[in-house]
């Protein structure tokens, strides 16, 4: 159980365009949803967090018009890279947390490698 | 100075080897502490949590906290080559604007060579 995917495993696209990454809780409900990028042997850096129906909370330094956040649903979030550049390039993960869960836990999707040209 | 810092190695230890890795912190809300293990290219998985001070066995890995010390280690013995990964720690606090929020040291690299 706790199975949390993640598509695209992987994207390369061109300067300028938007990139679409879908989190999606395979089998339980995810109130609260985490977005992570995490550059080559560097640790995962918190973009925002979204909970499922209202507006997500963004990390001191995190363009929120850059990189918007959907969370539809108990079990869909939506990262959306838009106007894409070089320097956003990076791993994006995303987490899912029950909502029973008392003390944190989140489960990991498996990631979505984004390269920029 | 980050909220939590962890050495990122890299680490080199031969199959068979008790491998010692360490976390320091410097906020003294967190409560919860994890352990995570990231293979190349994937997500982390979660190895083991500890709530508050204390250790926690699970087959060969042990975590510790000493919350006074605001340190935690995790212990692996016997290690094995399927070990080899990149091993994060994480913390949590149960209060405040902070709940949930996971803070994560750096990663440290481990290889376990046979």
């Known amino acids: 159980g706790a199975v949390v995917s993640q598509h695209p495993s992987w994207v390369i696209c061109k300067s300028g365009t938007s990139v679409k990454i879908e989190c999606r809780s395979l089998d339980f409900q995810a109130t609260t949803m985490f977005w992570y990028r995490q550059f080559p042997k560097q640790s995962l850096m918190l973009m925002a967090t979204?909970?499922?129906?209202?507006?997500?909370?963004?990390e001191q330094g995190v363009e929120k018009d850059k990189f918007l956040i959907n969370h539809a649903s108990l079990t869909l979030s939506t990262l959306t890279v838009t106007s894409a550049h070089p320097e956003d390039s990076s791993f994006y993960i995303c987490s899912a947390r029950p909502g029973l869960a008392g003390w944190g836990e989140q489960f990991f999707g498996p990631g979505t490698r984004l390269t920029v040209l | 100075q980050k909220e939590v810092e962890q050495d990122p190695g890299p680490l080199s230890v031969p199959e068979g080897a008790i491998v010692s890795l360490n976390c320091t912190y410097s906020?003294?809300?967190?409560?919860?502490f994890m352990w995570y293990r990231q293979y190349s290219r994937k997500g982390p998985e979660l190895l083991m949590y500890t709530y508050s001070s204390g250790n926690k066995e699970d087959g060969r890995f042990t975590a510790q906290v000493d919350k006074s010390s605001k340190y935690i280690s995790l212990f692996i013995r016997d290690s094995q080559p399927s070990d080899s990964a990149t091993y994060l720690c994480?913390?949590?606090?149960?209060?405040?604007?902070?709940?949930?929020?996971?803070?994560f040291g750096r990663g440290t690299q481990l290889t376990v060579w046979p």
């Open positions: 906020n003294s809300a967190f409560q919860y």
């Open positions: 994480a913390m949590s606090a149960n209060r405040g604007s902070t709940l949930g929020r996971l803070y």
């Open positions: 979204s909970n499922e129906g209202s507006k997500a909370t963004y």
